[in-house]
Each structure stands twice: as structure tokens, then as C-alpha cells.
């Protein structure tokens, strides 16, 4: 390991928020040596409260986060924002972005901000992105926001992440506020109406509480619509408290570490399917997939046929070398 690497670590268990920012690019540069470090370094993390915020693009949740975390900075918490999004690369540049996107926000001492491409994820949350959140959390940041795009498989992948996801929606959404029946409205633990000095603002808080009506609830938690003018201020302070009531829920309740440890099960999952993979392709090698894949394009063979006879390549594989 090099010492400019070993400096950065020794830098970010002392508090360094510039080893911060440099264990960050490496989550998505050099993930391995992330990894490693978040090995060696487990006991610092499950302490953060997780929050995830999605909705759709013009939902003003940029503006909605920023004033949210400024409410809970004030209130003397430390905080950590991701801001996904798909077409910004992760770099070190992208911290004036992150600047002009939350200026509001950005130069708060107890705010951290990022943006992080989700890149290789099909418009998701990238396993870059978990290791960022993983890094947050082991700096010692009291709360991690995360905010998503509201795009693609962003707005479901949240729950995956997060112990409260907070759904934006705003007036106007028309036929958009019954397509959350899909799965949105199942991933909520609270709803806010953002921009609700528009008009139509009533209406849309009324179709998701008669919605959250019509929705079966196993849990003692109620979960909350809130009106808020974020570039106004308003109902940013209710919404921070109904966050913390809900986290302190979750703690009372148990369901926090049922919940992590769910999600902690699917990462599992998730880190033996990557393994696999990588073992499989270097012992297989590309050349052997192009030709299966070449005979499943010419009808020669089912794709079915052909993964079939890869896995039986690959056991051979291991067999030969014990």
C-alpha cells in the first residue's frame, strides 16, 4: 500500500473531512481499497440514521434536501449528502457542482455534500454509492441523506439503502401520483407535498392520504403527508421532526436492526454473485462466452443450453484445480 494511501486513511480516522473526500473517489476509482478499509474498520459503522429521498425530476428535491439538512445541521446533527445522479461522473471536480446544485447548504461546517454517479447500474444506486454511504458513516456523520434522481430503478433501489425513504411529490402530477401505486407508495415512510403554494396542492394531499388509506399497514407506524415550500422554508422543520420520530420508532420498535439486517442479507447476496462472476469469467475466459453467444444468435443452441454448459465448464474447472 502506498503512503499516500495509508495517509488518507490515517487522515480520515482523525477527522480529516479532505481524507473524506479522497476516500470517496476511491470507492468508485480503487474499490477494493475501500473495501479493505471498511473491513478493517467494521465496529465504525451502523450508527448513522439513513435517509433516502426520491421522487420525480421538478419535485424540487434538491432545494428540499438542502433546507433539510440545514434544519438538522442548526439543530447540532452532523450530516452527509449524496446527491445521485446518472450523468454526472464521479470525480473530485464535482464538488463546485455540488456547491451551485446546494449553495445553500455546501460551506454549513457540519455538511458534508457529494454527487455520485450511478454509473454500471442500469440508472440504480451503484455499489459505489454503498460504499460511500458505508465511508459516511464510519466518519461519524449522525445522518446520511441521500437523494436520488427520481428516475429509472433509482426510486425503488433507495429502500435498499436506507432506514427512511421520504417520497416527493408535487401539484400537477396528474396521472403520475396513481402510478405510484407501482411501488412507490409501498416504499414510503413519509410522503411531502413540496411546492405546495401551487395550486392543486390540496388535491394531491388528499389523493395520497385516500391512497394511504386503501393501503394495508402491518406496522404501529402512521405514515405522515407533509406540505412544505422548501425554497420558503415552510414545513422543512415538521419534516425533520416526523424523521426523527420515525427513527426512534424504528429503534423502539426493533425494526431497525430487522430492517438492516434484511438488507444486509440481500448484500450478501449481492457480493457472492459478484464473486462468482469474476471467478467464473477468469476461468472461462471471454472467448468461450463470444463463442456460446455466436451459436445462441445462429440457433445452433438455447441461451439456456449455453449457461448451462458454462456452469458445467466452470465446476469443471474447479474440480481439475484441487
Known amino acids: 500500500m502506498s503512503a499516500r494511501k495509508t495517509n488518507w486513511q490515517e487522515a480520515f480516522l482523525s477527522g480529516d473531512v479532505r481524507a473524506l473526500a479522497r476516500a470517496l473517489s476511491a470507492a468508485e476509482n480503487e474499490p477494493t481499497i475501500v473495501q479493505d478499509f471498511l473491513r478493517e474498520h467494521s465496529q465504525r459503522l451502523g450508527r448513522a440514521h439513513i435517509i433516502g429521498i426520491t421522487g420525480p425530476p421538478g419535485a424540487g428535491k434538491s432545494t428540499l434536501t438542502g433546507r433539510l439538512a440545514t434544519e438538522l445541521a442548526n439543530r447540532g446533527f452532523s450530516l452527509g449528502l449524496l446527491l445521485v445522479d446518472p450523468s454526472s461522473p464521479f470525480t473530485g471536480g464535482a464538488i463546485l457542482g455540488d456547491r451551485l446544485r446546494l449553495p445553500e447548504v455546501a460551506y454549513h461546517p457540519r455538511v458534508f455534500v457529494r454527487s455520485m454517479s450511478s454509473r454500471g447500474s442500469m440508472g440504480g444506486l451503484s455499489k459505489a454509492t454503498n460504499d460511500a454511504i458505508k465511508l459516511l458513516d464510519a466518519f461519524g456523520k449522525d445522518i446520511i441523506i441521500i437523494e436520488t434522481v427520481g428516475t429509472g430503478q433509482s426510486e425503488t433501489d433507495i429502500i435498499s439503502v436506507a432506514d427512511s425513504v421520504v417520497v416527493v411529490a408535487v401539484p400537477g402530477l396528474g396521472d403520475d401520483i396513481q402510478a405510484m401505486k407501482a411501488g412507490i407508495l409501498e416504499i414510503a415512510d413519509l410522503f411531502v407535498v413540496n411546492k405546495a403554494d401551487r ?98 444468435v445462429g440457433g445452433k443452441r438455447s441461451v439456456y443450453d449455453a449457461a448451462y454448459e458454462l456452469w458445467q465448464q466452470f465446476l469443471g474447472q474447479i474440480t481439475s484445480n484441487q
Open 199 to 296: 395550486e392543486g396542492a390540496e388535491k394531491t394531499e388528499r389523493e395520497l392520504r385516500n391512497m394511504l388509506k386503501m393501503q394495508p399497514n402491518s406496522s404501529d407506524w402512521s405514515i405522515p403527508v407533509i406540505k412544505t415550500v422548501a425554497i420558503k422554508d415552510e414545513g422543512i422543520a415538521e419534516l425533520a421532526d416526523q424523521l426523527l420520530a420515525h427513527y426512534e420508532y424504528l429503534h423502539s420498535s426493533g425494526l431497525l436492526l430487522e430492517q438492516r439486517a434484511a438488507r444486509t442479507r440481500a448484500e450478501l447476496g449481492e457480493l457472492l454473485r459478484s464473486q462468482l462472476m469474476r471467478e467464473i469469467d477468469s476461468l472461462i475466459g471471454p472467448a468461450r462466452y463470444e463463442e456460446l453467444a455466436q451459436e445462441v
